[in-house]
């Protein structure tokens, strides 16, 4: 939530593992980052992670993406916070 009082958004947003249950349906979260995204913040959930518990038709915030585009954001990126 306090992201959205910030005057500097980031580019995108990356949830792996259980992170991808912050973007699905239930989340307490969800239209915080709904607001991210309409915002022009990029937001994505690990496919993978989202097919391992189930929980891929439950998305609805960003997109889906995969190791290897993760894994290049990650690279190219100047600055990576990781919680």
Known sequence: HTL?????LPNRMLFLN???FL???GS?????LG???????EVFSCGLCLDFFKIK???????TT???ATVEYLLSADL???L
């Open 4 to 8: 959205l009082e910030t005057s500097e």
């Open 35 to 41: 607001k991210l995204h309409g915002m022009g913040v």
């Open 23 to 25: 973007t699905c349906e």
């Open 28 to 32: 307490d979260i969800l239209e915080a």
């Open 18 to 20: 259980t992170g991808v």
């Open 80 to 82: 990576v916070i990781k």
């Open 66 to 68: 995969n190791m290897l």
């Open 57 to 63: 038709a439950k998305l609805r915030v960003g997109a």
